[in-house]
């Protein structure tokens, strides 16, 4: 099988995920998120709807062919790209062991916003990140005040958060919403383990 996270990240709409033409995730909130659903190897179309709509109804974000490879961990999100369309991404995960005392840190830019850094405790971390893009990095256990600026700011336009980082864990971030309906953080934690 293949393991699939979900994370609904397009503000201001409750959804419906239909998998091959049946709901698969019904009554989907914007910020949530699904961890850990395993998925034979293999193709599928998704599509998702509004709330209360069935699958053969209009789409709000569709994607035919989606492949998920065997023993691969995936995340797909609906977010908005930075001039606010909805699109629908699909991000492979390092899901191998750690060192002790450390974990494993994923940022992903999936806010309708221009390119951003990202800061952790008062020092950037990523410096331009656009819209769409992804970086990981090993970081020492602990506590985490972590917020995202625009290129070259220190002031906060997304966050602060405080994330408890504990060994042997991979974390997923995700910065999402509109300038209209706010910003916020989604987080996806995997527990991968140390070696």
């Not at 209009?58 to 609906?78: F, H, P």
């Amino acid at each position: 099988d293949a393991s699939l996270n979900v994370v609904h990240g397009i503000p201001g709409v409750d959804v419906e995920v239909c998998v091959n033409g049946a709901v698969a995730i019904p009554g989907f909130n914007p910020g949530e998120v699904v961890t850990g659903v395993p998925l034979q190897a293999r193709t599928y179309d998704v599509k998702i709807v509004a709330a209360g709509n069935t699958c053969d109804d209009e789409a709000i974000l569709e994607a035919d062919g989606v492949e998920l490879a065997r023993d691969k961990n995936y995340t797909a999100i609906a977010y908005l790209t930075a001039d606010g369309s909805p699109t629908l991404g699909l991000f492979k995960n390092n899901v191998k062991a750690l060192r002790s005392d450390t974990a494993r840190l994923t940022v992903r830019h999936t806010a309708a916003a221009p390119a951003v850094d990202v800061w952790a405790n008062g020092a950037v971390l990523l410096e331009d990140v656009p819209n769409g893009a992804s970086a990981t990095m090993k970081v020492p256990t602990g506590v985490y005040a972590a917020w995202v600026s625009l290129p070259g700011d220190y002031a906060p336009v997304i966050g602060p958060a405080v994330l408890d980082l504990q060994e042997g864990t991979a974390y997923q971030v995700y910065a999402w919403g509109n300038g209209t309906s706010g910003y916020d953080f989604a987080v996806v934690a995997l527990q991968v383990g140390t070696k």
